[in-house]
């Protein structure tokens, strides 16, 4: 079964940092392209960051650029999103998803990046408060 299975969510004290997980199961991870997006309630899911199978990743959000960083571990299947000195505007449900097709680069707009969404992971919680 092809799924995606996010941890590592939860309360963050303002200034904090966290490391979200993005765990494969199914399908080998490195073959594709992952984002990480985040929601909050009423409003549309954005596209936080993006890594290619080659390594190079892009980041779609400004308040996100120097904050946070997308890596992968391939003997784990799982790819990862560090975020440090958070805000309280960074809390949402974080997601991460493959890119589609099999090695296809990330695209350089967010909106780009929507159109080419393979499996979603189901989510997990991060708050952001004292």
């Known amino acids: 079964q092809v799924q995606l299975v996010e941890s590592g969510g939860g309360l963050v004290q303002p200034g904090g940092s966290l490391r979200l997980a993005c765990a494969a199961s199914g399908f080998t991870l490195e073959d594709y392209g992952v984002g990480w997006f985040r929601q909050v309630p009423g409003k549309e899911r954005e596209p936080i960051i993006c890594m290619g199978t080659t390594g190079f990743s892009t980041t779609y959000v400004d308040s996100v650029k120097g904050r946070g960083t997308i890596s992968r571990d391939g003997a784990k299947n799982t790819a990862y999103l560090d975020l440090e000195n958070l805000k309280p505007e960074d809390a949402a449900v974080y997601y991460c998803?493959?890119?589609?097709?099999?090695?296809?680069?990330?695209?350089?707009?967010?909106?780009?990046?929507?159109?080419?969404?393979?499996?979603w992971g189901q989510g997990t919680q991060v708050t952001v408060s004292t």
């Open positions: 998803a493959t890119v589609m097709p099999r090695g296809r680069p990330c695209p350089s707009y967010a909106t780009q990046l929507m159109q080419v969404i393979g499996v």
